[in-house]
C-alpha cells in the first residue's frame, strides 16, 4: 500500500530565505508525482508535475526533483516570499488505470516579513 | 475558463442527519473525483467517475455514503446517516480524462455537532 510522508509538518522561515521541503513514498511504482499549494479555505492549485521518467521541473522560483528510486522528491523555493505562506502538499500517482491521486500531511510554511 | 464550483461553502448539521454537496466541474471535463480531507490530513479520495460511471469507489464508506453523476456532467454526493468523524472538508476535482491534471474547487466544509 502507498503512504506519502511530508516533512516536517510546519516550518517557519524569514523573508527571502531559500528552503526544502521533503516527501517521501513507500511504493517507487508511481506514474507520477505532483506538488500542491492550499490556502486557508481553498482548494488545491498544482505548482508541479514531474512525470516518472523525468528527474526535476521547474517554475519560476519553484524546482521540484523526483529520486524514484529512493522513494523521495524535494520542492526548493528560492527567495521565499511572505506571499508564499500556505500548506504544500505532495501527492503520487500509482500506476494503473485510475488517476487517483494518493497525498501526504502537507507541510504548514510561514514566511515571515 | 471558470474553475469547479462547489456548494454550499459551509454546511453544519447534527449527528445523524443527512446532507449533501453539489459540484459542477469544468466544462468538457470526462473525470470526475470527489476527495475527503480531515483536518491535519492530506484529501483522501473517495469517488472517481469517468463520465457518469464509476472508475473508483474503494474507500467510499457505502453504508452511509453515496454520489452521482447523472448526465456525465453535474455530481452529487450525500452522507447519511452522518457521524461526528465526517467532519472534514469535501473536494471536488475534475480533469480532461484519466491521464490529465486534476483542477480542485474551493470545497465544502462541513461540520458535524
Known amino acids: 500500500k502507498q503512504e506519502v510522508t511530508q516533512i516536517p509538518a510546519a516550518l517557519s522561515v524569514p523573508e527571502g530565505e531559500n528552503l526544502v521541503l521533503n516527501c517521501s513514498f513507500t511504493?517507487?511504482?508511481?506514474?507520477?508525482l505532483q506538488w500542491f499549494r492550499q490556502d486557508p479555505g481553498k482548494g488545491l492549485t498544482s505548482l508541479l508535475l514531474?512525470?516518472?521518467?523525468?528527474r526535476e521541473q521547474t517554475s519560476g522560483r519553484l524546482n521540484a526533483s523526483l529520486d524514484k528510486s529512493s522513494g523521495r522528491s524535494t520542492l526548493y523555493i528560492a527567495a521565499s516570499q511572505p506571499g508564499d505562506s500556505a500548506t504544500y502538499l505532495c501527492?503520487?500517482?500509482?500506476?494503473?488505470?485510475?488517476?487517483?491521486?494518493?497525498f501526504g500531511t502537507g507541510t504548514l510554511l510561514a514566511v515571515q516579513p | 475558463e471558470a474553475g469547479v464550483a462547489q456548494s454550499p461553502r459551509y454546511k453544519i448539521i447534527e449527528k445523524r442527519q443527512s446532507v449533501a454537496f453539489w459540484c459542477n466541474p469544468i466544462?468538457?471535463?470526462?473525470?470526475l473525483y470527489w476527495y475527503q480531507q480531515i483536518l491535519g490530513q492530506g484529501p483522501k479520495l473517495l469517488i472517481q467517475?469517468?463520465?457518469?460511471?464509476?472508475?473508483?469507489d474503494s474507500q467510499l464508506p457505502k453504508d452511509r455514503f453515496s454520489a452521482e453523476r447523472l448526465k456525465g456532467v453535474d455530481s452529487t454526493l450525500k452522507i447519511q446517516p452522518a457521524k461526528l468523524e465526517d467532519s472534514a472538508v469535501y473536494l471536488c476535482?475534475?480533469?480532461?480524462?484519466?491521464?490529465?491534471?486534476?483542477?480542485f474547487g474551493d470545497g465544502t466544509r462541513l461540520s458535524i455537532l
Open positions: 467517475f469517468q463520465n457518469n460511471g464509476v472508475v473508483d
Open positions: 466544462s468538457g471535463h470526462a473525470t
Open positions: 514531474i512525470q516518472s521518467s523525468q
Open positions: 511504493d517507487s511504482a508511481i506514474y507520477n
Open positions: 501527492a503520487v500517482r500509482p500506476g494503473g488505470a485510475t488517476n487517483k491521486l494518493i
Open positions: 476535482a475534475s480533469s480532461l480524462g484519466l491521464a490529465q491534471p486534476q483542477h
